[in-house]
Structures are given as C-alpha cells and as structure tokens.
C-alpha cells in the first residue's frame, strides 16, 4: 500500500464535520461535546497530559500572545509546541514545534495512525481531530511544554482537556455571537470555561461585564486570579514601522517605578522590551506574555529577562497590521469584528497619520460587518469588494450595498490577484492599500503579493 499523501490526510480531515466552514451553527453539546474528545483522547493514550501546557482564550489577541509566549519560552531554551487556527496558507502551520510547522510527511503520518482510533468515536469533528494530532505531534517530538490556542469559545472546546500551568484569557469582546452569546456575559463565560480549580489565570483588561463574569468563575474554582493593567503594567515607549518597545513592572515595583517617572533615574527604570509586532494592542498582548512568562518562573520554570527580551524581538505572527511593502505601503490585517476594526483604524492613524486607505475587504457572511464597515470607512477613498475562497465567505456584490449605504463608493473585483492589481494601481503618496475583513483575506493578499508583485 503507498504511503498516506498529505493531499489525502487534509482530504480525511475536511471529511468530517468542520464547524469553522458551516454557515449555521449553534454551540450545543451535541455538536461540542467534551465527552467524545475525552474518550477519544484515551484510545490515544492522553497525549495532552503528558507535557506542561498554557491554554489561552479570548477573542482577540489570542493567537498573538500565544504565539509571544511560545517564542519567550523557546528563547528560554525549552522545546515548545505551538497550536493555533486556523492557519494563514498551509493547514500544518496549524502544529509548530519551535516556530516551525510540522512536515506535510509527519502531519499524514499521524493522521493516517489515528484512522483507527477515530472509527470508533462517533460524530468526531475536523477540528476535534486536528487536535488530537497535535497534541499526539508534541508527545512524539518530546516536547518541554505546549501553548494551545482555543478554537472557539473555551468551555466546550476541544482544546479544553489539558491541565495547564496558566490559563490566559485575552480581550472578550463581540463575535461569533450566535454561537457563544449575544452579550459581552455570555460570551465570557464561555471563555472562562477554561478556568482550572486552583491553577492561575492571567486576565488581559476588559470590560466590566466580562471581567465580573472571569472573576466569579476564578473564585469559584478557587484559581488565582492575576490582572493584566492592574498586577502588572505597562507602557509603549516608542513605536515605528520597523517595530515598537514597552516597559511593563509589577504593581508590587510601582513605588520605584513612581521614582523613575518623576525622576528618571536609571536603576529605577523598569524591565523594556522590543518587538517587531505593530499596533498598540500588540503591547497589551505583551504584557499579557510577560506575566504568564512571570508566572511561570514564580513556579519553577527557568526563563531570565535576557530570555524574554528575546522572545519578544523574535516573535513572529504574519498577517496581523502586518507591512508588506513600503513603496506603495500595502498592509494586510485580520480584523473581522467591530472591536479589532477600531484597533486597526487607531493603528492606521497612529502609523499613517493623514493617509487616506484604498480598501480591498472580504468578509465571512456571519460577521458584523456592518460593524466593521463603520469603524473603517472614515478612513477610505474607496472599497474594493473581492472575495476568498471560502464557503461562508459573503458575495462581494452584497458587500458593495452595504458600503453604499454608508455613502462611500465601492465596486466588485474578483479574484483575489485582480483586486491586489488594481489596488496597487490607485494607491498614490497620500494614501495606502489595506487587505481586511477576515484572515483568508490577509492570506490571499499576502499570497498574491509574494508570487506577483514582490520585486
């Protein structure tokens, strides 16, 4: 028999049910049912059990500070494996192990060894067994600790069977609202799901109706509860396109930290970093990585500052504010919710002040898009509507009716690669070319750019 093709493991797992591909779907336990994964997980042995993890949740900024955090403790010299999705171009950028994808050999490898084990669990979906691979990938490359990334929600994620050593929940804020609520209450505790009995939880700041939700989880599992903005904090010190530096200090150094500001003496400076990530809500995910990286060594774990300030300089998480030319600029982003869409507006005005944007925008059809559309059409000249390949990806046609009725011109140009070309030729030195509305748009730009148009 030939071996197992990678062509035909992504084949096998896009068999199953995949939820991030359904246009309707509803959070229901018989769809996300921690039961099958669990007795799944037990024909395989409990891989998820057998290495030290930090689970991480929210809705934004998760996969940025996983991936600061992964990169903090390889730096500290640990063999680190790295979950996230969905991925940007090749499904294995999914499994890292040391910021390196697995081979598309070792991915069809493990795929075809689970076959087995997955006929006899009932109704496992794609991403429950992508998991399950992963976490199988990382016993067998005798991993020193693992970052998970939650795929949606947390509670009933098929991530959620680790026990990890921190437990992070980043900024909450609205999206996916059918599946995981329609308030900011909801849907924290469907993050704060992942909260274990007695093992902390770092918490980025939040809005009040989350946070109070976050904090009656964590006292009732008896978890510490540790405060981003309020236990540790943070300042950018400068920013470019080139990439930016922060200070972050513990509440406990504030009185020092106190002398320094006023003062400006040395020795009471606090600890500064430097990262290439842009954007400022880059550095609340910082300092979120800092103090899961703080955590972590309180308990044992050897990582010096010397190891952090490397992590952050080598962090690297495309597609994301990301600057792929400069002349034109041409940025490509992954907002796809009113809240991130605000964060990339205050970015674009922070790094392009006065520059007017020629949008090129696709979207997922469960999206806010309108949402989206008002925090960034102030800043347009005009909509370029395309569309990826994507099954719930919105018609471009229903994109440029809703840009009109916010009173700005848009028009439909499809593909991807025509939509990039024509961008690039509206663009002049008073303006930019922005890709966003969803990561499959990030991806195909990126794509587009690197085979047509990078010199």
């Known amino acids: 028999m030939s071996p197992f093709t990678y062509q035909q493991a992504l084949d096998y797992l896009y068999s199953f049910v995949d939820y991030s591909l359904t246009r309707q779907l509803r959070y229901s336990p018989e769809k996300f049912d921690l039961g099958r994964m669990k007795a799944f997980l037990e024909l395989l042995g409990n891989p998820h059990l057998k290495y030290p993890t930090v689970h991480v949740a929210g809705t934004k900024g998760k996969g940025s500070t996983a991936a600061m ?6 730096a500290a010299g640990y063999k680190v494996g790295f979950y996230s999705s969905p991925h940007l171009e090749d499904f294995v950028e999914r499994i890292q192990i040391n ?22 669990i009932e109704r496992l979906t794609t991403f429950e067994i992508t998991t399950a691979v992963a976490f199988l990938a990382f016993l067998r490359a005798k ?45 924290a505790r469907e993050k704060a799901g992942i909260i274990k009995p007695h093992t902390p ?41 080139d990439g930016q530096a922060f200070w972050v200090w513990k509440a406990a150094d504030q009185p020092k930290v106190d002398e320094w500001i ?26 979120m990585a800092f103090a899961v990286a703080d955590i972590l060594r309180s308990k044992g774990w050897e990582i010096g500052d010397a190891a952090i300030a490397k992590g952050f300089q080598h962090v690297k998480w495309p597609g994301r504010f990301e600057v792929l030319c400069r002349e034109p600029y041409l940025v490509v982003d992954s907002a796809h919710n009113q809240d991130s869409a605000l964060k990339l507006r205050m970015a674009l005005e922070d790094y392009f ?22 925090e960034l059409l102030p800043k347009v000249k005009g909509v370029i509507a395309t569309q990826s390949f994507h099954p719930r990806a919105i018609a471009p046609e ?17 593909p991807v690669e025509e939509a990039l070309s024509l961008a690039m030729n509206q663009v002049g030195d008073d303006s930019l070319v922005l890709a966003t509305g969803s990561l499959f748009i990030a991806a195909a730009v990126r794509q587009t750019w690197r085979e047509h148009f990078r010199v």
Request: proline share 5%; charged share 25%.
């Open 69 to 74: 955090i992964a990169s903090i403790l390889q």
């Open 99 to 120: 910021q390196v994808p697995l081979s598309h050999e070792t991915l069809a490898e493990l795929v075809d060894e689970v076959r087995p084990f997955v006929a006899q």
């Open 143 to 187: 991993v020193d600790v693992a970052v998970i990334e939650v795929g949606l929600g947390g509670r009933l994620d098929a991530t959620n069977l680790v026990q990890p050593e921190v437990s992070v929940i980043t900024s909450i804020s609205y999206d996916h609202t059918k599946v995981l609520g329609e308030s900011l209450g909801q849907i």
């Open 201 to 241: 939880v770092v918490v980025a700041p939040q809005r009040q109706e989350a946070l109070a939700v976050i904090r009656e989880v964590a006292k009732e599992r008896s978890a510490p509860i540790i405060q981003v903005g309020d236990d540790y904090r943070y300042r950018l010190a400068v920013h470019s396109l």
């Open 262 to 287: 006023e003062n400006g003496a040395e020795h009471d400076e606090p600890l500064r970093f430097e990262m290439p990530l842009l954007g400022a809500h880059q550095v609340d995910n910082a300092a």
């Open 353 to 374: 002040p006065g520059k007017k944007v020629v949008l090129i925008f696709g979207a997922s059809e469960d999206k806010d898009i309108e949402g989206i559309l008002r």
């Open 398 to 414: 229903v994109l440029v009716q809703m840009v009109h009725r916010f009173g700005y011109p848009a028009r439909v140009v499809v």
